[in-house]
């Protein structure tokens, strides 16, 4: 057709596309009619919520309605400041076990995140008895997949401001707030518990998060609590080898954007092979990125769901002589062994000063974890 030897047209006019949608108002009305005459309503926020900069408006509907907050099952991204009194944690990632948690609520809102994200099965009804979900999504996809719930289309952020402005004050006690993990104990190797509690003593007050360890996920956020937006960032899918290069284009658009904010990847050993070229990548870019490794030389969350099956001793998921420590100097990346609490925060507060990235291999223990 000879296009391509043809001049092109001029440039036109720069062009802008805005791309969020409020939600429809008749179901908006029926929506706050519902959560105003709830008994006990209780509230899942997902990653929708932290796209559209909605933080503000979910800590604010929560304490409108006295009601307990839980992040949805499997979040890519924080969606509410998990050191506030109305957080519960994140739910399980299972039929049975998440409807148990949600027992005894008589209405659930849930914005920005699919009903539900579940991994591994196991049965149960997807709510408990009684109990009506009420779902908030911008994704029409997410809409069409959950099998329970009435749905409204909409942008979680827009659609928590308008929530705001038609649900009253509720006359009930806030909700308790959850007690404060106890100080797990110091061993050697560490445990994943010990080795979360360490990095959150010496956490930088602006952090960013970006994790890739599945065994270790719930010790992770038990014990680090993500208190600011677009400050925690993992897959949605579940698939590995995101991480390592998600923790480099974080660590580089924060430099590029001027805001700066510390960037710290956990990654495990094993999910840590699947891109390490991404070192390389924050070597030449001179990108101060910190990486932890616990290093426990095993698959162990596929252990877990060994263990789940009742299918022990699978082959393979065993890792050992792996040199994290070589690898990291071999793509030009500081690094250091860390075995203590302490020397962990010494080599954090290093790697986060330094001119290019640094990895921390610490050893832990090689206990395997449940998967639920």
């Known amino acids: 057709m000879d296009d ?21 108002p008749q179901r908006l009305d029926e929506f706050a009619r519902l959560l105003a005459g709830s008994r006990d309503p209780a509230l899942v926020f997902g990653p929708g919520v932290d796209r559209s900069g909605g933080w503000a408006s979910a800590v604010a509907l929560a304490e409108r309605l006295a009601a307990p907050v839980w992040s949805a099952p499997a979040p890519e991204r924080a969606a509410f400041p998990e050191d506030h009194p ?13 409807a148990e948690t949600l027992s005894g609520h008589d209405t659930v809102l849930v914005v920005g995140a699919p009903v539900f994200r579940y991994y591994p099965y196991v049965p149960g009804e997807h709510l408990p008895p009684g109990t009506r979900l009420l ?22 952020g827009l659609t928590l401001s308008a929530l705001l402005d038609l649900v009253p004050q509720a006359d009930r006690t806030p909700p308790t707030p959850r007690a404060t993990p106890a100080a797990p104990e110091v061993t050697a190797p560490l ?6 509690a360490a990095l959150a003593a ?17 010790a992770l956020r038990r014990q680090l609590r993500i ?31 001027g805001r700066g904010r510390p960037v710290v990847a956990v990654i495990g050993d094993g999910s840590f092979h699947y891109s390490v070229q991404a070192l390389w990548t924050a070597a030449r870019l001179s990108l101060p990125v910190v990486v932890v490794v616990p290093v426990n030389q095993q ?5 877990a769901f060994a263990e789940l099956k009742k299918t022990p001793g699978v082959p393979g998921l065993d890792l050992p002589g792996l040199d994290i420590t070589a690898i990291a100097a071999g793509y030009g990346c500081a690094t250091e ?23 921390l291999p610490v050893p832990i223990s090689t206990d395997v974890p449940s998967i639920l």
Do not use: C
């Open 191 to 196: 445990s994943a518990d010990a080795l979360f």
């Open 337 to 359: 062994v860390v075995e203590t609490p302490d020397q962990l925060g010494a080599a954090l507060a290093a790697g986060l000063r330094a001119n290019r990235p640094t990895v």
């Open 86 to 98: 109305h957080f519960r944690g994140v739910l399980p990632f299972a039929i049975g076990p998440l």
């Open 227 to 257: 208190s600011r937006p677009a400050s925690y960032f993992t897959m949605a899918s579940g698939g590995l080898g995101y991480g390592l290069p998600a923790a480099v284009g974080v660590a580089l658009a924060e430099r590029d954007t």
């Open 299 to 303: 698959y162990a969350i596929l252990k």
């Open 135 to 156: 779902h908030v999504t911008d994704d029409p996809d997410e809409i069409a997949r959950a099998p329970v719930g009435d749905s409204l289309l909409g942008d979680p």
């Open 202 to 218: 010496h956490w930088p007050a602006d952090g960013v998060l970006v994790q890739e360890s599945p065994s270790n996920l719930t």
């Open 4 to 24: 391509w030897v043809q001049p092109a047209d001029p440039a036109p006019e720069p062009r802008s596309v805005a791309t969020r949608f409020g939600p429809d």
